[in-house]
């Protein structure tokens, strides 16, 4: 095979990172397996690191090819502004994270950072709904602040 070019590499790494196996690899790109497995370890290459995202894409196919089309057009609807909402969340939080490298040297408040991080966060569970442990710290957290204002207001209340 001719020299490997970069979108054979790019190959190479994604589907090492799928789990596949180096002579799968090899027939799939030309890259000598050993050549492979060198640049793997060479470059931190992580096996496998794909394959629950691929074993929960495939269920989730299975499972959309039993819709109708009246239904699978309202989930893809969905599917695709619960996208839109979690990209824009993480594009601004990765915005503040670059804008608080660039500060971290000078005199400034972190607190303003931590303000417009604490309103992402808020704007991520208005878009896209508390997830089942927020929901159970939320409701923990809840209770402890009632069983302190009890003890607070009645000391002898057991």
């Known amino acids: 095979m001719a020299k490997a070019t970069i979108a054979d590499w790019e190959k190479a790494k994604a589907l090492f990172e799928a789990g596949k196996s180096l002579s799968d690899i090899n027939k799939d790109t030309g890259i000598d397996r050993a050549t492979v497995s060198k640049r793997a370890k060479k470059d ?7 394959q629950q995202l691929i074993a929960d894409g495939s ?3 299975a499972e959309i090819s039993t ?4 239904v699978l057009n309202v989930v893809e609807k969905e599917i695709e502004e619960r996208t839109k909402h979690i990209t ?5 939080t990765l915005k503040n ?8 040297n000078a005199d400034f408040e972190m607190v303003e950072h931590k303000i417009f991080q604490e309103t992402v966060n808020k704007a991520s ?11 159970i ?3 923990n957290a809840q209770q402890n602040i009632s069983s302190i204002r009890r003890e607070i207001i009645d000391p002898t209340h057991d």
């Open 88 to 92: 824009f969340l993480n594009n601004l």
């Open 67 to 70: 819709l109708s089309s009246t």
């Open 125 to 135: 569970e208005l878009l896209l709904g508390k997830e089942p442990a927020t929901v």
């Open 97 to 104: 994270l670059s804008v608080m490298s660039k500060k971290v």
């Open 137 to 139: 710290n939320n409701t």
């Open 44 to 50: 931190g290459w992580e096996k496998g690191i794909y």
């Open 59 to 61: 269920r989730v196919k």
